[in-house]
């Protein structure tokens, strides 16, 4: 397979850059300063532990030797004979939003508000304002990244300071159709949210079928969420006796401890293709 779109997997630089700076500038950008205390629970209350793919680089060599056990056919990875793909399950532990339900799942209307409608409800702007803002990218509407920067510094709603953040988040993260612009699909995905809607199945299915094209074609860019990908791989080399306790804690976030264990980003494709193939600790896990 031709290795040009792995090349190109983005981790969306823009919006990791503005969170790094603002780290630098004010201590950490979840805790002080703007975000204080109230703000961050909101966010973690109603949106789970997502903004710590923020803190989650992409080791594109890891990915480039993962995305070789793809097989396109069945939707899964085949590590020598062991098949193993993410589950909705397991990406609802990964992300932890207590307030989303399993048994309720994202689906499109047919009949939804408009983009500019769903936009002003999110963020609370008025129509002027959003208008003025809403760029057409491709064959879809999208509102820039960094005027959705701009209002998270100054909201002065602290539920909508957070919904602001969340949608950058799913908008440039979790589903980053248009590099450093939020797609006008993610404001009516958004909106289940509210609902208690679990927006899972359509994250595992925006990744499986990326990879899928992505095989299929030998180039393009992979527009699922890499690092919660890379995340759920991580999970599966964890030492066993350490997670068997701490995973059915109401208290325990995988996805912070993931993004706090140390990793070398030298290890060559190579390495990680013949590590990825034995994958002794996958075969304990099944």
């Known amino acids: 397979m031709e290795k040009g779109f792995l090349d190109r997997v983005e981790d969306n630089a823009a919006v990791r850059t503005w969170s790094e700076t ?118 879809s509407k999208c509102i820039p990244w960094k005027n959705l920067k701009d209002l998270i510094l100054a909201h002065l709603d602290a539920k909508k300071k957070v919904d602001v953040f969340a949608l950058s988040i799913y908008g440039l993260f979790v589903f980053s159709k248009a590099l450093g612009h939020v797609d006008e699909a993610i404001t009516d995905l958004f909106d289940w949210l509210d609902k208690r809607v679990t927006p899972v199945p359509a994250i595992l299915a925006e990744t499986f079928r990326s990879l899928n094209a992505c095989r299929r074609a030998g180039e393009g860019r992979f527009i699922g969420c890499a690092q919660l990908l890379l995340a759920w791989f991580y999970s599966h080399f964890w030492k066993v006796d350490k997670v068997s306790y701490q995973v059915f804690s109401e208290s325990y976030s995988p996805l912070k401890e993931i993004v706090a264990t140390p990793r070398r980003d030298d290890i060559s494709e190579e390495k990680w293709m013949g590590a990825v193939g034995y994958a002794p600790l996958l075969v304990l896990r099944q």
């Open 22 to 139: 603002t780290q630098r500038r004010k201590g950490d950008s979840l805790a002080k300063g703007y975000w204080n205390n109230e703000v961050r629970q909101l966010f973690y209350s109603n949106y789970g532990d997502l903004p710590y793919l923020l803190d989650m680089k992409v080791d594109k060599r890891l990915f480039r030797a993962l995305a070789q056990f793809w097989n396109s056919a069945y939707s899964y990875f085949t590590f020598g004979k062991v098949d193993l793909v993410p589950t909705i399950e397991e990406y609802m532990a990964l992300l932890r939003c207590l307030k989303i339900q399993v048994d309720k799942v994202y689906s499109k209307a047919i009949n939804v508000p408009t983009f500019l409608k769903r936009l002003m409800n999110i963020i609370g702007m008025s129509e002027q304002w959003v208008t003025t803002r809403i760029k057409q990218k491709g064959d």
